[in-house]
């Protein structure tokens, strides 16, 4: 007789922010509509620093863009892909 024994592992990510961290605008590269974070809010969600997080946008890791104002702000979905990934090799 042989025993298979499966493990399953469910994660839930939630980012708690304020209307004046965000903004919903077309991500070019998701090709969507998408919140973006304000990268004091990316940063935290992804627990790196706000430097990290302005190195990430540099090097294409995680997708960007920025307002009229100068404003950088990231994708939403990038910085989750980026999360998991991320929560996923600290296992």
């Known amino acids: 007789m042989k025993t298979v024994i499966k493990f399953e592992k ?3 990510t939630i980012i708690r922010v304020r209307r004046s961290q965000t903004v919903t605008v077309f991500c070019a590269v ?3 509509k998408v919140l973006h974070l304000s990268v004091t809010r990316a ?5 790196v620093s706000e430097t990290a997080v302005f190195r990430l946008v ?5 997708h960007s863009m920025e307002t009229a104002s100068g404003a ?3 994708c939403g979905n ?6 998991k990934q991320v ?3 600290n296992l």
């Open 43 to 47: 940063s935290a969600a992804l627990g």
């Open 72 to 74: 950088l702000f990231v």
């Open 30 to 32: 998701c090709r969507e």
């Open 10 to 12: 469910h994660e839930l």
């Open 87 to 89: 929560g996923s090799e």
């Open 58 to 62: 540099e090097s294409g890791t995680v």
């Open 78 to 83: 990038s910085v989750s892909v980026l999360a």
